[in-house]
């Protein structure tokens, strides 16, 4: 095992050098010794694209270390329990330092580099650009960050041409200034803060078409250097999204202005100064304009330049359920109820037209006052005011939360719904909008604009070329097509997780069948559709698949059927999905593309490692989402949250589980049989119950739990065989648990989950007689003290191969299970070299004692009696002369 190490209380350079040194070491983990700055702590803490796969010291096995990478440090006191490692003479020791010598610094054994340059990464990336090794984006930001930090912003003594230079070719590998500037702090002299107190004094907020923008103003006779460096501390300090910065100095205004939110662009603002910029940071001086008078005028520009804040279009959802004006409220509330919705948009006849809303609390209230068969439009809210696709944020709010109106219907120039806004979508964007300035006034988090990137640099890290390729054409079809499109579900979690997945699911906001279609026509696939569900499957000339799916919505009509489907938005197809950590969702339209959405809290909860439902009727819906949950848990090493283990209890004690058809639960089973060790699943099912509801009597005691790995053990050995014959794991592990049941408890449970005849056979006649071979193989040995091979091939043969496996992983007996594990690797295979035509060449004449000859044969072969051809003709030539 390779590790790569730093110091105790490791910073940026500690940081960023041990991200070089895994370009240098591939397959090396990165281990910290202890604690870290906070500065560090902070960064992992905000930046989720920055999730680097670092592993903790308690889960690693110190005597399993080989080679130990140490950077940033020579001092043994310093990198913790690794110091132990050190001395030892099986353990290789590579260094790489910038730090001055000193007694008792550790001497390598593999490699070592120290050079006197301003940061140990610049020695890394001295070495990485030699090899010609590519650095991504973020990780080339990071050990730019290293370098600033060591070298205050490459302006220490200690700064060398070589630093310098690898800033330089950190830039050209992405490195990104902006993230750099954000992280990084310098000092400022007492001019400076005197000019930054004044401009803290004078500022003041405006509201601009829904944007917080700072309006900050100071004067000074002389001049005061790094005004922009001032102003970039200032905003920092105050936690601005937009803030722009007027400063008189020598008859001059300085207008310095910063922006961390897409919809100001300040270098396209101050271009009206006769300045620029780009987008998130701009200057001009004016020198013929007064302070008032640039106040003034930026007041002007802004109201022209600033972009409205989300408009109604961004925030609706949208298709949306309506109901005729002449339905009834026995109709209503039946829709209200199977969709899971609470309010309705009443419709007029053929123009589709909004005449009023009705709510689930009036619908109900008519009903059980007896007023079912009433039409819909007697008891409908006409006190309503709907709002335009093109309404700003602050109307939304107005009509919200002023006007207190719950639900706003968003209608188009012809009075027709097409989309809604509800508080929740209002709350959720507020919320949404806070954190993200919170994150960007922090300088800790990326912008908007940033995570797009990086989101995407993580889909560039995770795929090859030709998969790229996929995902760029499929969005490039959508812009043709008119459709957003995104990359959902467990490959979104499992790039952030950093774990390759190539199960592709798609999903569309329009059609996706004809998305699937167009693809598949022009780039000669196969398209598989299912109109029911409003999903295909793109099949490539090599078989790999995508599955696309329009964005849905799904209901139930009972606790664990099959659901029904019907058209829907992003938001509420992803809404009825299992469980929040597999509803994040990449954009792949090409403006948009990488850019990661997150409704519900997944990043949250990936991060803190939860498996949550998105409701609390999640498991009554569909019951196959507990396996799923305790699998997931234990797959992925997380924890099911409070709720949502509360609730799978309720789904067991209210016998969910047994209105699932037996095909579907088989399918969980075999889901969960094909990881790497199902035991701590089925011992968590067990734990909730289900276990009890599905094999009733079956514990898992310590009979089980031996069996469990033996199975394990069992299978892999057989698939290292490399046979031809597969072998179905579910149904071994299934016969270890239906170890100790009797036959006619067995025979119930294979009716229960409607198995084919084929796999009853298996767990039923063949389970019987397997048993029944094991005991006369045990009697038989312990009779001779040995197993003939053909005796051997008499019991085993007539089995399936699993049932052979779990005899050979049940039995306690050695001689046994090396007898089994050589007819299974040998013995099975043997055949006798004569045949039906070879007999009839020697006289015979073709009868059913033509069989008893050859199974005759086949014994003498296993049991040795024969070896060639010629024995065989030699041995049938003696049975015919005993017979004749």
């Not at 803030?243 to 300040?266: C, G, W």
């Not at 007539?798 to 299974?824: D, T």
């Amino acid at each position: 095992m390779d590790i790569i190490t730093t110091h105790l209380n490791a910073d940026f350079d500690a940081l960023a050098s041990m991200l070089a040194a895994r370009y240098l070491y591939p397959g090396a983990l990165m281990v910290f010794p202890g604690s870290q700055e906070k500065s560090i702590r902070n960064f992992f803490l905000h930046s989720y694209s920055y999730a680097y796969p670092f592993k903790k010291l308690k889960e690693i096995d110190l005597e399993q270390v080989s080679r130990l990478i140490i950077v940033d440090t020579r001092q043994k006191e310093r990198i913790g329990p690794f110091a132990d490692l050190v001395d030892r003479p099986d353990v290789k020791v590579a260094l790489y330092d910038h730090h001055p010598d000193s007694p008792g610094d550790i001497i390598a054994s593999l490699h070592e580099v120290v050079e006197p340059v301003g940061a140990t990464v610049t020695i890394m990336v001295e070495q990485l650009r030699r090899q010609k090794i590519e650095i991504l984006p973020d990780e080339a930001t990071v050990m730019m960050i290293g370098i600033y930090e060591d070298t205050g912003s490459l302006t220490y003594d200690t700064t060398t041409v070589r630093d310098y230079q690898a800033a330089a070719y950190l830039l050209q590998q992405g490195a990104n200034l902006q993230m750099v500037a954000d992280v990084i702090n310098t000092s400022l002299d007492r001019d400076q803060v005197s000019l930054l107190n004044d401009l803290l004094l004078s500022s003041r907020e405006v509201i601009i078409h829904g944007q917080r923008i700072v309006i900050a103003e100071a004067s000074r006779d002389l001049f005061v250097p790094e005004v922009a460096l001032i102003v970039h501390r200032f905003r920092d300090m105050e936690k601005i999204p937009v803030l722009f910065a007027l400063v008189r100095m020598e008859h001059k205004v300085y207008l310095i202005a910063r922006s961390r939110n897409r919809h100001v662009d300040v270098g396209h603002i101050l271009d009206h100064f006769g300045g620029g910029g780009h987008q998130s940071a701009a200057s001009a001086v004016s020198r013929e304009l007064t302070l008032v008078q640039c106040r003034e005028k930026l007041m002007d520009v802004l109201e022209r330049e600033v972009e409205p804040s989300l408009l109604a279009a961004d925030l609706m959802t949208s298709p949306v359920l309506t109901v005729p004006e002449d339905a009834t409220l026995a109709d209503a509330a039946t829709m209200l109820t199977k969709y899971n919705i609470n309010v309705l948009p009443v419709v007029k006849g053929e123009s589709q037209t909004l005449c009023g809303i009705i709510t689930r609390q009036v619908v109900e209230k008519g009903v059980y006052h007896g007023l079912q068969q009433v039409q819909v439009s007697d008891y409908m809210t006409t006190d309503y005011q709907p709002v335009h696709r093109d309404a700003d944020l602050p109307r939304i709010q107005e009509m919200i939360v002023e006007r207190n109106q719950r639900f706003l219907p968003v209608v188009d120039e012809h009075n027709q719904v097409i989309g809604a806004i509800t508080r929740k979508d209002l709350l959720s964007v507020l919320h949404s909008q806070a954190v993200k300035d919170a994150d960007a006034q922090q300088g800790t988090h990326l912008s908007r604009k940033m995570s797009v990137k990086n989101v995407a640099s993580l889909l560039r890290e995770q795929f090859d070329d030709r998969m790229m390729g996929i995902l760029h054409d499929i969005g490039d079809l959508a812009d043709e097509l008119g459709t957003a499109v995104f990359l959902v579900g467990g490959v979104v979690r499992d790039l952030l997780r950093r774990e390759k997945n190539l199960d592709i699911d798609i999903v569309v906001e329009g059609d996706g069948i004809a998305l699937a279609r167009a693809f598949a026509e022009r780039h000669g696939c196969r398209c598989h559709i299912h109109a029911t569900f409003q999903t295909a499957v793109i099949i490539f000339p090599d078989n790999f698949k995508i599955d696309v799916a329009s964005a849905r919505m799904e209901y139930y009509d009972t606790p664990a059927s099959l659901p029904k489907v019907s058209g829907s938005s992003l938001k509420v197809d992803l809404y009825r999905r299992d469980f929040t950590i597999n509803t994040l969702v990449i954009c792949l339209n090409r403006k948009r593309f990488g850019e990661m959405r997150d409704y519900f809290g997944a990043f949250r909860d990936l991060k803190e490692k939860s498996i949550r439902v998105l409701h609390n009727l999640s498991f009554v819906e569909d019951p196959t989402r507990i396996f799923r949950a305790v699998r997931f848990e234990q797959k992925f090493g997380f924890s099911i949250g409070r709720q949502t283990e509360h609730l799978i209890h309720n789904a067991v004690k209210m016998g969910f589980i047994d209105r699932l058809s037996g095909v579907r639960v088989i399918n969980e089973l075999k889901m969960i049989c094909a990881e790497t060790n199902p035991l701590p699943i089925f011992r968590r099912l067990h734990y909730f119950g289900v276990l009890e509801q599905l094999f009733p009597g079956i514990k898992m005691d310590d009979c089980l739990e031996q069996l469990f790995p033996a199975v394990r053990d069992v299978i892999s050995w057989y698939e290292y065989l490399f046979l031809e014959e597969k072998v179905e794991k579910w149904q071994v592990y299934l016969l270890a648990i239906l170890n100790d049941v009797e036959h006619e408890l067995a025979a119930s449970l294979v009716k229960r989950f409607d198995l084919e005849q084929s796999v009853s056979y298996t767990f039923l006649d063949a389970r019987r007689q397997g048993i029944k071979a094991a005991r006369e193989l045990t009697r038989e040995y312990r009779r001779q003290r040995q197993l003939k091979n053909s005796t051997l091939v008499t019991f085993l043969d007539p089995l399936p191969l699993e049932v052979n496996l779990y005899i050979l992983a049940g039995h306690s007996q050695r001689e046994i299970k090396r007898a089994i594990s050589n007819y299974i690797t040998t013995l099975q295979f043997i055949r006798p070299e004569l045949s039906g035509d070879d007999l009839i060449a020697m006289g015979l004449k073709p009868g059913p004692r033509f069989k008893t000859i050859l199974n005759r044969l086949k014994d003498a072969r296993l049991d040795g009696e024969v070896k060639e051809k010629d024995d065989e003709i030699r041995l049938v030539k003696t049975w015919m002369e005993e017979n004749s």
